[in-house]
């Protein structure tokens, strides 16, 4: 023990002052750190999870710790677990009644699914094989350093619904099909697993829309070889949710267009109606070539499926009225424009919240520069009623080389823009934009910088922190923290150290 | 604290603790008649340390083992060097007075005790607690003066710590330290961990439970030890056995707040032109209702002190034992007591802006306004209190000085940090602005309080 320890020992001891306060964590022992990430209870952040290495048990077998924070960084949970050295935490989700924690093991291709109640007890623990499923699915978002599993959602105080690809005949870029799970909250309740048909010869992959205790709703998109392209066959599948059998499978087609969906507004109403929102393209384009859509759509579909009713905003007749903007949607002498969320507020007007990007081709990678943010408002006849250009400090994501060729839009559906993040109260009378930039200043030394644009009451205000220095010696992040609030972390490498703290966001 | 932070922390830090020295000595002198303790630096202190090395270097040789106590004491004194310094230790003159009469009146009616060179500092620590330090230094926090009832109290708590100091307490947990880990199988198992290739990291944590909780074991043993020695050393005095007893139950946390007013919200801090919002006091949903404890630490084992019931139970069986010689609760003025107290709650909210809690500086500020709503102090504290938070918080410095809700606090002071914690910076700026504004007109020859009043106008404006 050092002097300057000693001292500290004493002065605490003598003192017991509260040197510190509860919104720092400091988490020690953390050998390798294999995720962490924020706990969302709708859109709101309601805690933190962490899982990382703290010592090897033998050979093959390797000591875990678990930890479950507030949204204040105050400890609810911490749990010992023991796995091979290719154990994952997948996922880690809430749905305002219990905690789903799954976590796979790529040596022993198993699935472990653990929820807790709201009291914290250990309701369910599942194990199952990963049978025919894509690993690479699951573990990819680690080999690209962005984590957590983004096909799983929480459905509110019902369950979870988990979406995995399989390889129907042992190859997968020959068949691919998916299957959906159903981790039901009630202990009382039976799980289920709906497959896609296994003598498909097509691609079949599904992405969740909506989902509440009677329904939930995907979007499945079939094509005829192996592509991960946002385009293709799409047909809309229902799913009862308390047997997971089918309820309808609709295909949307259109004489001239076809479509990306990107989300569903609102839940679906007393008539079983549902607005979804998406991207419409020419029926012609190259299945690869993502980034020419033709504008935006709403489209509401009844309880069978059917299309009800269709808006269409092109970037040639409507948007270009407000912004500079060429019919596939290229702002002139800017770039691309990446939609990240689309928010419906209590007033009923629509905002679009995107980002003008470009492209930078790298030896290795590919470079999305994120510039200046674009909110585009709607009223609820899905009319532009106004489009507003926030300057601000640019942001750059790598991405591997393979995805060269895809839109960030259709990046974002594949995993997570961590420190590009979109938070709203319950309400959505207040949402804020936050991001983050590393630039370098040294050889072996970054800045993080982290923006924030809120909008609250019709009013936008912007805030920007300078956090700290990237050294080899730590690692600083972000994280979204609870509305006006921003967690940063550092990852101390020779002390084995994690340390968090909560700041506020000053709008 | 400061280590979590980058250089401009500290730099801010800084200045805000120099600002704050300032601000307090400038306040009271243009407002107040009395000066404030926690800024009375401690006289002489290179005499005090000169004396302090004299005493540890005699006190040494009663010992064989020097070597194993010779670091413990030069702790100890680099310890007071480090309160002096940082001016966590400070001197009044009628506070020391008081507590020297109790100190002689312990010291004279004990004769064992009068041959030991004893001495005692108040520090500016809000947390009830006073200390031995092993070598005749008692500490006394200012928390704890103002925490206490009467001067009978005061007088068990030194018994209890000159009674650690008597039994020597603090030198022989040292020494029995030292033997431990000089012995052949601590060694060794320490360097059976060390080569342990697989579980080293579990291993070395059951090596140090097993070692905290056999030190912990000893610590409580001691305090049961002090408490009766503690209690014939009182006694032989003129006070009130009793008074342990009573005291005890002070510390207890179903007493924990002095002030029992409520912070009334839409009372204090509703203004006319600025009405209090509903908004501000919603409560956030956790995930669990409940801190789920990890089980890895038994609790009770690592207590360094027996639980505060048990204490009370042993005290009372003893005290009913014996015919108690006295009934005095108090031997000096009464009212000098209470000046004291009065003092001492106001250095209770200096000492938590000392320690960079301006959370609770505000809530106990607030709260102490509710019982006092015109006190001139306390509105001024409170107006500097209100002015550093808008600081750190437009500096993205807020964490670093107010806590955010958490299970382990009490309701009360949750539900207070949860208002803090919902109100945006503009809208601090606004009540702090309209608190500024309600007491103008009291408060307008003080030019800190102007120039915060203008500060906030100035942004409300903007």
């Known amino acids: ?297 709403s489209a509401v579909i009844d309880s069978s499926g059917n299309f009800s009713e269709r808006n269409y905003i092109s970037w040639e007749d409507d948007a270009s009225k407000f912004v500079d903007i060429n019919k596939e949607g290229f702002l002139k002498d800017i770039g691309n424009i990446f939609f990240h969320d689309i928010i419906k507020n209590a007033d009923g007007n629509i905002y679009l919240i995107g980002e003008q990007y470009n492209r930078n081709h790298k030896i290795y990678t590919v470079e999305i520069v994120l510039k200046n943010l674009m909110i585009f408002q709607l009223n609820s006849d899905y009319e532009i009623q106004e489009v507003k250009t926030i300057e601000k400090e640019k942001s750059v994501i790598d991405f591997p080389l393979l995805f060269s060729f895809k839109s960030p839009q259709y990046l974002a559906s594949f995993i997570k823009f961590e420190n590009n993040f979109i938070q709203s109260n319950k309400d959505k009378s207040i949402f804020s934009y936050s991001y983050t930039n590393k630039v370098k200043i040294k050889r072996k030394t970054e800045k993080l910088f982290f923006g924030n644009i809120t909008y609250t009451d019709s009013e936008l205000s912007q805030d920007y922190i300078e956090i700290e220095a990237v050294t080899y010696k730590k690692d600083v992040s972000t994280l979204p923290a609870k509305l006006g609030n921003v967690v940063i972390v550092e990852y101390l490498n020779a002390e084995k150290e994690l340390r968090m703290r909560i700041e506020k966001i000053n709008y | 604290m400061s280590y979590l932070f980058t250089d401009p922390l500290i730099k801010f830090k800084s200045i805000m603790k120099l600002l704050i020295v300032c601000l307090l000595i400038f ?18 202190t290179d005499t005090v340390l000169f004396d302090l090395e004299k005493d540890h270097s005699s006190q040494l040789k009663k010992y064989d083992n020097k070597r194993a106590l010779k670091k413990v004491y030069t702790q100890r004194k680099e310890y007071i060097k480090y309160l002096l310094n940082t001016k966590s230790i400070f001197y009044q003159d009628s506070l020391y007075g008081y507590i020297d009469f109790i100190f002689d009146q312990i010291v004279s009616s004990n004769a064992e005790l009068q041959d030991l060179e004893l001495r005692y500092f108040v520090s500016n620590s809000p947390i009830p607690n006073a200390s031995s330090l092993g070598d005749g230094t008692f500490i006394i926090n200012i928390g704890l003066i103002r925490k206490l009832v009467n001067e009978g109290q005061l007088a068990f708590i030194l018994c209890h710590e000159i009674s650690h100091y008597y039994l020597d307490h603090s030198n022989q947990s040292a020494l029995a330290e030292y033997e431990k880990t000089n012995t052949k199988e601590y060694r060794k198992e320490v360097k059976t961990i060390q080569k342990t290739d697989f579980g080293k990291a579990e291993l070395s944590k059951s090596f140090r439970k097993k070692n905290l909780y056999i030190k912990m074991s000893y610590s409580r043993q001691n305090e049961k030890e002090a408490d009766s020695l503690g209690l014939i050393f009182l006694y032989k005095t003129n006070y009130d056995m009793n008074q342990s007893v009573t005291c005890m139950n002070l510390l207890d946390s179903i007493d924990r ?122 509105l001024l504290k409170t107006s500097y209190i209100f002015k550093s938070i808008y600081d750190s918080q437009a500096d993205h410095l807020y964490s670093s000085y107010v806590e955010r809700p958490s299970l382990e606090n009490e309701a009360e002071y949750n539900y207070f940090l949860n208002f803090l914690d919902n109100i945006r910076l503009i809208e601090l700026a606004r009540i702090s602005y309209h608190f500024h504004l309600t007491h103008y007109e009291s408060l307008k020859n003080d030019e800190e309080f102007i120039n915060n009043y203008n500060f906030f106008k100035t942004i409300i404006r903007n």
Request: proline share 3%; net charge negative; hydrophobic share 35%.
């Open chain 1, 1 to 297: 023990m050092n002097f300057k320890r000693i001292l500290l020992v004493l002065f605490i001891t003598v003192f017991a002052c509260n040197t510190s306060l509860s919104q720092k964590k400091t988490i020690s022992n953390v050998y390798t750190l294999i995720d962490m990430g924020p706990i969302l209870a709708e859109s709101e952040v309601s805690g933190y999870y962490m899982f990382y290495k703290t010592d090897r048990l033998s050979e093959t077998e390797f000591s875990y710790e678990l930890k479950i924070l507030d949204q204040n960084l105050n400890e609810l949970i911490s749990q010992k677990i023991e796995g091979t050295y290719h154990l994952y935490l997948v996922s880690c989700v809430y749905n305002n009644e219990t905690l789903l924690i799954k976590f796979y093991d790529s040596m022993k291709r198993m699935f472990t699914i653990t929820q807790y109640d709201n009291n914290a007890e250990e309701i369910s623990v599942l194990k199952e094989s990963a049978g025919d499923t894509f690993t690479n699915n699951i573990t990819m978002p680690y080999h690209l350093g962005i984590s957590n599993n983004p096909d799983l959602f929480p459905m509110n105080k019902c369950g979870f619904i988990d979406y995995r690809s399989v390889a129907t005949t042992g190859d997968f870029f020959k068949c691919l099909g998916f299957e959906i799970d159903f981790y039901p909250s009630q202990v009382d309740r039976e799980n289920w697993t709906f497959a896609s048909d296994k003598s498909s010869l097509l691609h079949n992959r599904a992405k969740f829309i909506y989902g509440d205790k009677n329904i939930i709703l995907s979007s499945i998109l079939k094509n005829k070889k192996f592509s991960i392209s946002q385009l293709g066959e799409l047909s809309l599948l229902a799913l009862d949710t308390k047997t997971g059998e089918k309820v309808y499978e609709k295909i949307v087609s259109h004489p001239k267009y076809q479509f990306s969906i990107m989300s569903a507004i609102d839940a679906i109403d007393e008539e079983g109606n549902i607005t979804l929102f998406g991207f419409y393209y020419p029926k012609e384009v190259n299945e690869e070539d993502n980034s020419t859509s033709l504008g935006m759509f």
């Open chain 2, 27 to 44: 306040s009271y002198t243009t407002t107040n008649a009395q000066d404030s303790w926690t800024t009375t630096i401690y006289p002489d």
């Open chain 2, 257 to 378: 707040y002095k002030y029992k007013n409520e912070i009334g919200y839409y009372k204090t801090l509703n203004f006319e032109k600025y009405p209090f919002k509903k908004r501000w006091l919603e409560e956030e949903s956790l995930i669990f209702g409940k801190k789920v404890e990890a089980n890895y630490w038994e609790r009770d084992s690592i207590k360094s002190h027996p639980d505060v019931k048990t204490r009370i139970t042993f005290l009372n069986n003893y005290i009913s034992r014996i015919q108690p010689n006295s009934n005095h609760t108090s031997m000096q003025d009464i009212k000098r007591f209470d000046r004291i107290k009065e003092q001492a709650d106001y250095e209770f909210i200096d000492s938590w802006i000392f320690y960079d809690d301006y959370g609770k500086a505000l809530f106990f500020a607030i709260k102490q306004l509710e019982s006092d709503p015109n006190n001139k102090v306390l």
